[in-house]
């Protein structure tokens, strides 16, 4: 999305919940904007929004932060390194979008589908529960991973072969 519409939109946004888009927010703002493809944590938007405005604090960028979760203009999710991490919602998404995690090298690839709606309809129809979001996250080795495990294993077999 054009960076200038969505501050437009999150300013409409802020201003519908009783809030501005302060400087600050709209530094932490244009961070995750881009960023976008990067599941940041809290400190290292701090640190790329230091550089926009030296003035700013780390308190004030998780407050940002929390209202901006709070308004689902942005998600919090966590992987597996214990940190909570900060991922913008897309434009008319209906739900958090998926995550592909790679155990060995870290990436995290997003899913954009909703891949789910069948299996909220079960969990609605069959416990009477009223479904609002979901998050999923798949674990796994990326293509990457599994290519240099390919080239490895085979690199290890060849070696082999010629003691």
């Known amino acids: 999305m054009n960076t200038a519409l969505a501050l437009k939109k999150t300013k409409k946004q802020l201003h ?3 809030f501005k888009l302060t400087p600050q ?3 932490t703002l244009l961070v995750l904007l881009e960023n976008e493809k990067d599941h940041m944590s809290a400190e290292e938007i701090y640190f790329l929004v230091k550089q926009k405005n030296s003035e ?11 209202i901006l979760t709070d308004l689902k203009i942005v998600d919090k999710v966590s992987f597996n390194d214990g940190l909570a991490r900060y991922d ?16 060995e090298c870290g990436n995290i690839e997003e899913v954009e589908e909703d891949l789910l709606l ?11 529960f009223l479904v609002k979001d979901h998050r ?8 990457d991973c599994q290519q ?16």
């Open 118 to 128: 069948g299996v909220e309809q079960i969990v609605e129809e069959r416990f009477h």
């Open 136 to 143: 999923l996250t798949f674990h796994g080795i990326c293509q």
């Open 148 to 163: 240099k495990q390919a080239a490895a294993k085979l690199a290890a077999k060849t070696q082999e072969a010629s003691v």
């Open 25 to 27: 927010r709209e530094a």
């Open 56 to 66: 700013i604090g780390l308190a004030t960028v998780y407050r940002t932060l929390e």
């Open 16 to 18: 519908e919940s009783g």
């Open 88 to 103: 913008l919602r897309k434009e008319g998404a209906q739900h958090f979008h998926h995550h592909l995690l790679c155990l």
